[in-house]
């Protein structure tokens, strides 16, 4: 039955993210001369991402805490990382962020192509240059009264246990002038286990925290900041987990 499932899910999502590649086109053509954050074809990739998990019967992903009162207001949006398939429950957060991704994904067909239309930003960790122009690339979306969510552990962590979170999402926060915006989520890691292609059913819930004010911090606060949010994130991914259970 997992195997058949496994099946299943590959097919639908293959077949909805080959629409959304065509939607992104399509409202990008339109929307983008004149919006340049980028925000419209954005919202409509991250509802067809919330659309593909929806249509998967083995999965029940839901969302929960206070959405911001002014989705235009720009936050660095930190959260943990479980998953590959973390981006279609974040996708269920009503409000559009670009994802801070691995150059890899960009490299896909379709998939990568969609991302790049959006506008979500690419980096190779291993590449001083390359995480150079990533942070610029953050920096102007910011600047475009856009969010941008960044997993601040850097990779999925093999246990359950978070990862340290890295100082550079904290700094840039703090030299922007924007709040961070934790998020903890639980439950997609059983629906993909890491190095496995077999999907399961999983229930997986985000939980959006309040935001924390960088307001009369300096760069130098960046590992102090860093550590407060991750005990905040490890809260929220508690409290998401005894929503999945």
């Known amino acids: 039955m997992i195997v058949l499932l496994s099946i299943y899910s590959w097919f639908w999502m293959s077949f909805v993210l080959l629409v959304n590649f065509f939607a992104v086109v399509l409202v990008g053509a339109v929307t983008v001369p004149f919006d340049r954050g980028r925000y419209l074809v954005g919202r409509t990739a991250r509802f067809v991402g919330s659309f593909a998990a929806r249509g998967n019967p083995a999965w029940r992903f839901s969302w929960g805490g206070e959405r911001p009162a002014n989705p235009r207001k720009p936050y660095i949006v930190v959260s943990n990382h479980e998953s590959n398939f973390d981006p279609f429950l974040l996708s269920y957060l009503p409000w559009e962020m670009k994802y801070l991704s691995k150059r890899a994904l960009f490299r896909i067909p379709v998939f990568g192509w969609s991302m790049a239309i959006v506008g979500d930003i690419a980096v190779d960790r291993g590449d001083k240059n390359s995480r150079g122009r990533s942070l610029e690339g953050c920096r102007a979306v910011l600047r475009n009264k856009v969010s941008v969510l960044i997993f601040p552990e850097g ?91």
């Not at 359950?160 to 904290?170: E, N, Q, Y």
């Not at 309040?210 to 550590?227: R, Y």
């Open 155 to 245: 990779t999925r962590s093999k246990t359950d246990d978070l990862l340290p979170f890295r100082h550079g999402a904290f700094r840039l926060a703090i030299e922007e002038g924007v709040d961070i915006l934790p998020v903890g989520l639980a439950g997609t890691r059983h629906a993909l286990p890491k190095g496995s292609w077999r999907i399961h059913p999983a229930r997986a819930h985000v939980l959006v925290g309040a935001p924390v004010s960088t307001t009369g911090l300096s760069p130098d606060d960046a590992p102090a900041l860093a550590e407060r949010v991750q005990g905040i994130v490890e809260d929220l991914r508690r409290q998401a987990r005894a929503h999945c259970a």
